[in-house]
């Protein structure tokens, strides 16, 4: 059983940058996806980026891209997003993801992502 532990969530101003990390408690197996979701008060969880396990491949979300960048670690453990240009409403709780489907994370596929984070908060004034 994997298990993923963000950090780094906090309150930030607009315009400003945060980065997201996430540790997995052990490496994961070849053909394993990442990625990030974030779910604000009253609304469903959203997907926000995706990377494949060589980390050649990347995705986002509309309301994230060009400002938010997806990254890993060679030794398959962390996930980072390091978010700039923050913007009130980028306000969420995030979650890292792990799936063996990066298709289940950017078609948000909620339900089909295999292991999840319990979240850091992001809190964006302005």
């Known amino acids: 059983q994997v298990q993923l532990v963000e950090s780094g969530g906090g309150l930030v101003q607009a315009g400003g940058s945060l980065r997201l990390s996430c540790a997995a408690s052990?490496?994961?197996?070849?053909?394993?996806?990442m990625g990030w979701f974030r779910q604000a008060p009253g609304k469903e969880r959203e997907f926000v980026a995706a990377?494949?396990?060589?980390?050649?491949?990347?995705y986002y979300g509309d309301s994230v891209k060009g400002r938010f960048t997806i990254s890993s670690d060679n030794t398959k453990t962390m996930l980072y997003l390091q978010m700039n240009s923050l913007k009130p409403e980028d306000t969420a709780v995030y979650y890292c993801?792990?799936?063996?489907?990066?298709?289940?994370?950017?078609?948000?596929?909620?339900?089909?992502?295999?292991?999840w984070g319990k979240g850091t908060l992001v809190t964006v004034s302005s």
């Open positions: 990377i494949n396990w060589s980390g050649g491949i990347t």
């Open positions: 052990q490496r994961l197996f070849s053909g394993y996806a």
């Open positions: 993801a792990a799936d063996t489907s990066i298709a289940n994370m950017y078609r948000s596929r909620i339900e089909s992502v295999d292991y």
